[in-house]
Structure formats: structure tokens, C-alpha cells
């Protein structure tokens, strides 16, 4: 039985947020006081290309948050067709939650993975669909357990 059913879309708040961080960076590295004569000028160029490559890669990891996700009892979460696990406690925040979760069939395995993170921002869903989804997240008795266990 499932105690959450929703839709993700892609979060336009957090492909902004990281369009600005990567553009305040890229501005930080282009306004910094570099010396015409002095060797680190050189250093600009691959700065700026790797700060460029960076937001392209978290562009890409951002649209690849959607999907359906499936809340079930026990941890267990059905999200991008395969069922995950999750192993830490959400953080929570009003922007979002951010989850850490792990392949179901790893989980039982002791092939070690890293886990993922899987980010549910509060815009990538209907208001009430987000309310629904925080408060099941928050109210989960499994949470509490885990932090007076650690």
C-alpha cells in the first residue's frame, strides 16, 4: 500500500538557484584582481571552463529529478521504474527535501554503492501534492527512532 503517489517535475527555483551560484562564482573569478604580468592569469581560462562544464553537469542532474515516486511503508520508494531504499533520515527544509537513497537490491547486498541523493523541491509538484508529501515525510515515526537510536 502506498502512502504517497506523486508526480516530479523539473524544479525551475532550483535551476535558477544554480545558475546563480554558478554565475556569482564565474563572476567572482572574472572581477578578481589578476595581474597582467603574473602567471595566474593563465589559470583564468580553465577556471572558467571548468566552472561552465560544473553548471552543465548540475543542469543535467537537475532535469533527471523527475518522474513518478512512490512512498511505501519501510523506507521503500519506487521512483525512475527501479525501488530504492532509503538509508538516512530527509532533510528537510521549506524549498524542499532532500533524500538519500540506495537501489533496493543493493541495500540487502554488501556490493557498497554510493548512495544518491534525490532532491524533491516543494516547486516540482502541485501545492497540495507537496503539503501531502512534507507531511508524511516529517510525521514518519521511523525518523524519530533513527536519531535517538544515534
Known amino acids: 500500500m502506498a502512502l504517497w503517489y506523486g508526480e516530479l517535475r523539473v524544479s525551475l527555483?532550483?535551476?535558477?538557484?544554480?545558475?546563480?551560484?554558478?554565475?556569482?562564482?564565474?563572476l567572482a573569478a572574472l572581477l578578481a584582481p589578476w595581474f597582467a604580468n603574473s602567471?595566474?592569469?593563465?589559470?583564468?581560462?580553465?577556471?572558467?571552463?571548468?566552472i561552465v562544464v560544473s553548471w552543465i553537469r548540475s543542469q543535467r542532474?537537475?532535469?533527471?529529478?523527475?518522474?513518478?515516486?512512490?512512498?511505501?511503508r519501510g523506507n521503500k520508494v519506487h521512483w525512475?521504474?527501479?525501488?530504492?531504499?532509503?538509508?538516512?533520515?530527509?532533510?528537510?527544509?521549506?524549498?524542499?527535501?532532500?533524500l538519500t537513497l540506495r537501489t533496493f537490491e543493493q541495500a540487502e547486498s554488501f556490493c557498497l554503492r554510493p548512495n544518491i541523493q534525490l532532491w524533491v523541491a516543494s516547486d516540482?509538484?502541485?501545492?497540495?501534492?507537496?503539503?501531502?508529501?512534507?507531511?508524511?515525510?516529517?510525521?514518519?515515526e521511523l525518523w524519530k527512532e533513527k536519531a535517538e537510536r544515534a
Do not use: D
Request: with cysteine.
Open 13 to 26: 527555483r532550483t535551476r535558477l538557484f544554480s545558475s546563480g551560484v554558478h554565475g556569482v562564482i564565474a
Open 39 to 50: 602567471f595566474y592569469v593563465w589559470l583564468l581560462p580553465p577556471i572558467i571552463i571548468s
Open 61 to 72: 542532474n537537475i532535469m533527471q529529478c523527475r518522474g513518478k515516486l512512490i512512498l511505501f
Open 80 to 98: 525512475q521504474k527501479e525501488r530504492w531504499k532509503i538509508t538516512q533520515p530527509p532533510w528537510l527544509s521549506r524549498y524542499g527535501i532532500m
Open 124 to 140: 516540482s509538484m502541485s501545492v497540495e501534492a507537496w503539503r501531502s508529501f512534507s507531511q508524511i515525510m516529517r510525521s514518519t
